[in-house]
């Protein structure tokens, strides 16, 4: 069975950083396309980054975190990891990392696999 799980939410106060850690089991993340995704309330679920699979390595990021995100993988661990630096109030949301099985990763919400999400907020 297929299982993606997010940890490291939390609370944070603007202009800080957090690290969110995707950790997999039933598959084996260097062959997925992996992506993290955030829905803020009331709005719809956005792509924020995205890393190609391990033959590629290639990562991609939303505009609005340009600069301030990385996206990584530890294939030892078979995690992924979101480093996100430089937080804004408009960062706040529940984050989903999903995985997807396609020649490249895209920032659209149509993955295959779905962790179950963790929440950051950022606010004073």
């Known amino acids: 069975q297929v299982q993606l799980v997010e940890s490291g939410g939390g609370l944070v106060q603007p202009g800080g950083s957090l690290r969110l850690s995707c950790a997999a089991s039933?598959?084996?993340?260097?062959?997925?396309?992996i992506g993290w995704f955030r829905q803020a309330p009331g709005k719809e679920r956005e792509g924020v980054s995205c890393?190609?699979?391990?033959?590629?390595?290639?990562?991609y990021n939303a505009d609005s975190v340009k600069g301030r995100f990385t996206i990584s993988r530890d294939n030892a661990k078979n995690t992924v990891y979101l480093q996100m630096n430089s937080l804004k109030p408009e960062d706040t949301g529940v984050y989903y990392c999903?995985?997807?099985?396609?020649?490249?990763?895209?920032?659209?919400?149509?993955?295959?696999?779905w962790g179950q999400g963790t929440r950051v907020t950022v606010s004073s």
């Open positions: 039933g598959l084996t993340l260097d062959d997925y396309n």
């Open positions: 890393i190609s699979s391990n033959s590629d390595g290639m990562t």
């Open positions: 999903a995985a997807l099985s396609f020649p490249y990763c895209y920032l659209r919400p149509a993955y295959d696999y």
